[in-house]
């Protein structure tokens, strides 16, 4: 074992253990600080355990680096066993990735709170696993080019993908928290993280000195980037209104008073003028969620529910913002007023004793056709 592996090795153990370490604390630190806000709901607890498998795939990677350091110092004699060791370590290591990129706000649509996607991309990777035990046990890759490890091709497509997604979604989320240099930081990173396994599936690639320094620049700023990350959540948390303190008042047609006081906002109204489909929408959930119980306190958006598209929702949002005009450190954003309650399922986040109601717009809601549903809504509170 050279000296320049085995610095590597020690440093990529005790950096990646005390990243680890740092996710895991902030995150039962966030946990027991704002446990009333990330399980708001009785009936779908909404525990965020992004940070959780943040911190577990650092641990594998500290794994991942005994492991390593293990084999060279006695030196084992099986190379291909070794070498699944470490394949493996990294499949188990994007499984991680993964699993924390269900909860990032701003990840792609088809992967954020995705239940059926998620499991396809796991049986993906469980496929993965089998193939690289395959590849590696075969005659070809036993005797395999000098230029190339076959059996790490798989879990090089996997980490390309998982890297792909991350980049875009640490990219959204920190530049919607106005923070495009760390954005852009970050997909450079990613791309580093990437060019750094590269070396896994190419035998000459570079040389031992360099790809064990981009190796350990590589893990050492996501780490960083991962920390940025967390603070930014905190923040994300500490500024988000209560559901106790949030009141809404529905005047007239298109009239609505709102007061969040963590937002600034003090009994502000807002008209949503021409605008009558986001006011009917804004209605539809006040309504559900001041008489209903269970599951129809809440609208099913998209998957051929009452909203057609998550984007009304957003329009909503982007309405209040531009009427009242806010501070960008103090702008409204969906989770602000609605939360996700699962299976397409949306519900206001304002508690039914705040949610006022004028009777006569009632019954004028009421006599459209389409919102005669309501009326057994209404009947059985």
Same mark, same amino acid.
């Given at each position: 074992?050279?000296?320049?592996?085995?610095?590597?090795?020690?440093?990529?153990?005790?950096?990646?253990?005390?990243?680890?370490?740092?996710?895991?604390?902030?995150?039962?630190?966030?946990?027991?600080?704002?446990?009333?806000?990330?399980?708001?709901?009785?009936?779908?607890?909404?525990?965020?355990?992004?940070?959780?498998?943040?911190?577990?795939?650092?641990?594998?990677?500290?794994?991942?680096?005994?492991?390593?350091?293990?084999?060279?110092?006695?030196?084992?004699?099986?190379?291909?066993?070794?070498?699944?060791?470490?394949?493996?370590?990294?499949?188990?290591?994007?499984?991680?990735?993964?699993?924390?990129?269900?909860?990032?706000?701003?990840?792609?649509?088809?992967?954020?709170?995705?239940?059926?996607?998620?499991?396809?991309?796991?049986?993906?990777?469980?496929?993965?696993?089998?193939?690289?035990?395959?590849?590696?046990?075969?005659?070809?890759?036993?005797?395999?080019?000098?230029?190339?490890?076959?059996?790490?091709?798989?879990?090089?497509?996997?980490?390309?993908?998982?890297?792909?997604?991350?980049?875009?979604?640490?990219?959204?989320?920190?530049?919607?928290?106005?923070?495009?240099?760390?954005?852009?930081?970050?997909?450079?990173?990613?791309?580093? /993280?990437?060019?750094?396994?590269?070396?896994?599936?190419?035998?000459?690639?570079?040389?031992?000195?360099?790809?064990?320094?981009?190796?350990?620049?590589?893990?050492?700023?996501?780490?960083?980037?991962?920390?940025?990350?967390?603070?930014?959540?905190?923040?994300?948390?500490?500024?988000?209104?209560?559901?106790?303190?949030?009141?809404?008042?529905?005047?007239?047609?298109?009239? /609505?008073?709102?007061?969040?006081?963590?937002?600034?906002?003090?009994?502000?109204?807002?008209?949503?003028?021409?605008?009558?489909?986001?006011?009917?929408?804004?209605?539809?959930?006040?309504?559900?969620?001041?008489?209903?119980?269970?599951?129809?306190?809440?609208?099913?958006?998209?998957?051929?529910?009452?909203?057609?598209?998550?984007?009304?929702?957003?329009?909503?949002?982007?309405?209040?913002?531009?009427?009242?005009?806010?501070?960008?450190?103090?702008?409204?954003?969906?989770?602000?007023?609605?939360?996700?309650?699962?299976?397409?399922?949306?519900?206001?986040?304002?508690?039914?004793?705040?949610?006022?109601?004028?009777?006569?717009?009632?019954?004028?809601?009421?006599?459209?056709?389409?919102?005669?549903?309501?009326?057994?809504?209404?009947?059985?509170?």
């Amino acid at each position: 074992m050279t000296d320049v592996s085995e610095f590597y090795s020690l440093s990529h153990i005790f950096i990646s253990l005390i990243g680890a370490i740092l996710l895991l604390a902030i995150w039962s630190n966030i946990r027991l600080r704002f446990s009333q806000l990330l399980e708001e709901n009785d009936t779908q607890k909404r525990v965020d355990k992004g940070l959780l498998y943040l911190g577990l795939a650092m641990f594998v990677w500290v794994i991942s680096g005994c492991w390593s350091f293990a084999g060279h110092y006695f030196s084992i004699k099986d190379y291909s066993i070794y070498l699944i060791g470490n394949h493996l370590l990294s499949i188990v290591n994007n499984m991680f990735l993964l699993l924390a990129l269900f909860y990032f706000y701003y990840a792609p649509h088809f992967i954020y709170n995705n239940k059926k996607n998620i499991n396809i991309i796991l049986i993906i990777i469980v496929i993965t696993a089998i193939m690289t035990l395959l590849l590696s046990y075969t005659s070809i890759d036993k005797n395999r080019s000098s230029f190339i490890n076959i059996s790490a091709i798989p879990d090089l497509v996997l980490s390309g993908f998982l890297c792909a997604l991350l980049g875009i979604s640490l990219f959204r989320t920190f530049l919607y928290r106005g923070l495009k240099i760390v954005g852009v930081i970050a997909i450079l990173v990613i791309l580093l /993280v990437f060019t750094s396994q590269l070396s896994e599936v190419f035998v000459n690639y570079g040389s031992d000195f360099s790809n064990n320094l981009i190796k350990i620049i590589a893990k050492t700023s996501l780490i960083s980037i991962f920390l940025v990350l967390a603070t930014t959540w905190v923040i994300r948390l500490a500024n988000m209104p209560k559901p106790n303190e949030m009141k809404i008042s529905f005047m007239d047609w298109s009239l /609505v008073k709102i007061s969040i006081p963590t937002k600034g906002v003090f009994e502000e109204t807002i008209d949503f003028g021409s605008k009558t489909t986001q006011y009917k929408n804004l209605l539809k959930f006040a309504i559900r969620r001041k008489y209903g119980e269970g599951d129809s306190q809440s609208v099913v958006v998209g998957l051929g529910g009452e909203i057609k598209n998550q984007t009304y929702l957003t329009r909503i949002i982007h309405n209040i913002n531009s009427i009242l005009d806010l501070d960008h450190t103090q702008t409204l954003e969906r989770r602000d007023v609605f939360t996700f309650i699962g299976e397409g399922r949306y519900r206001l986040r304002m508690i039914p004793e705040h949610i006022i109601l004028d009777s006569t717009l009632i019954e004028e809601f009421l006599k459209t056709p389409e919102n005669k549903a309501y009326q057994q809504l209404l009947e059985l509170k």
